[in-house]
């Protein structure tokens, strides 16, 4: 693959970190490149690669996502090599991120993870942002990596009523 191109795919994924204002996953950013057929996921796999290596971007890992963030080191890359993005392609990212802006929101600002605290402990940790910032961070101590892996996942489709039952209940006279 020519330096060219994978520059390029850098430059893309960047872009896309830039351009948008909840934390992305690897997942949505091949989503976005391999639906509109720039490159095969392979090649994207290198790119992501590459990317970590050279400190453009961190990855981190929560239980079924890995969120990428740009440093500054991506920023200043992007800032100088930017323009080598094709204007339309900053269009159709700029749509592609307007269109899915709230899915993209929900699914970044909603996390949950566990962690191995002890021999038969494990510690669930749920937090839901919005706006940037954090309006609950729950951590919950159990027994089994199941019962923290199950709470993670309920904890995506079932927060704003956790939310507003925590709310109600403790703002309540």
Avoid: H
Wanted: net charge negative; hydrophobic share 35%; charged share 25%.
């Amino acid at each position: 693959m020519s330096s060219k191109y994978l520059t390029l795919y850098k430059m893309i994924v960047l872009y896309m970190l830039k351009r948008c204002d909840a934390p992305l996953s690897k997942s949505q950013i091949y989503d976005f490149i391999l639906e509109n057929e720039y490159t095969n996921f392979l090649t994207l796999q290198e790119v992501f690669a590459e990317m970590v290596s050279s400190g453009l971007i961190i990855e981190k890992s929560m239980v079924s996502r890995t969120y990428l963030e740009m440093t500054s080191e991506g920023e200043e890359t992007l800032k100088f090599f930017g323009n080598r993005i094709n204007p339309a392609i900053k269009t159709q990212i700029d749509e592609y991120l307007r269109e899915n802006s709230m899915k993209l929101r929900d699914e970044g600002s909603i996390l949950g993870d566990y962690t191995k605290t002890a021999e038969n402990e494990y510690t669930a940790q749920l937090i839901a942002n919005e706006n940037g910032q954090s309006i609950v961070e729950i951590k919950l101590a159990v027994p089994t990596e199941e019962i923290a892996r199950n709470i993670c996942k309920k904890w995506q489709d079932c927060n704003q009523e956790v939310y507003q039952y925590l709310m109600e209940t403790l703002m309540s006279d």
